[in-house]
Structure formats: C-alpha cells, structure tokens
C-alpha cells in the first residue's frame, strides 16, 4: 500500500471520528436548547446557497 494513501485514509478516519464525537453531539444540543436560533440560522444558510 502506498503511504501516501495510507495517511489519506487516516486523515478521512480521524475526521470521520471527530464528526461522530464532537460536531453531532454539538449540533444537536443547539438544536435542543436554541431551536429558534438554529431554524433562523439554517434558513440564513440555505439561502446563500441560492444567491450564487
């Protein structure tokens, strides 16, 4: 196996674990305690992908 795609798949696996344990987990708790905040916030977002 080449190294260099050996420390590729690392680097996918790490992200992939840090998603898991921590951006979920967050995203969620704002979800539960702001949800206001998070629908205006998600709308905000949605639209600027229209705006390009």
């Not at 260099?4 to 967050?26: A, G, H, N, R, T």
């Not at 969620?28 to 639209?47: F, N």
């Amino acid at each position: 196996m080449d190294f260099l795609k050996l420390i590729q798949s690392l680097d996918e696996l790490l992200y992939e674990i840090m998603s898991w344990l921590v951006f979920y987990p967050v995203t969620l708790w704002r979800t539960l305690t702001k949800p206001l905040t998070m629908m205006t916030y998600s709308e905000t977002e949605l639209g600027d992908a229209a705006a390009r």
